[in-house]
């Protein structure tokens, strides 16, 4: 289920995965919420583009600790990619 910030506050959140279109970031929230996973999702810049590089804006999408085994597993399934560290 989608979570507020404050739900974060005092924890150590884990940056999951990095929606780059919308209909990405609904699909992925759609898929955590079924699977009664609590996350959090925020817009951020990332680095993008292989010749020409620039700055864009994705859905930075966070879980707890206890939920990243959970959560990486369902997104290999699912056909995600790992989340690399932004701006590389």
Do not use: N, W
């Amino acid at each position: 289920m989608k979570q507020d910030a404050e739900f974060f506050e005092g924890k150590d959140p884990h940056l999951l995965y990095i929606a780059k279109k919308l209909k990405d970031a609904l699909a992925l929230e759609i898929l955590l919420c079924e699977a009664g996973i609590d996350y959090g999702v925020e817009a951020d810049e990332y680095s993008g583009g292989l010749l020409f590089r620039s700055q864009r804006t994705g859905a930075f999408f966070y879980v707890l600790p206890e939920s990243v085994e959970q959560a990486r597993r369902l997104l290999e399934e699912r056909g995600y990619k790992q989340v690399s560290p932004p701006g590389l």
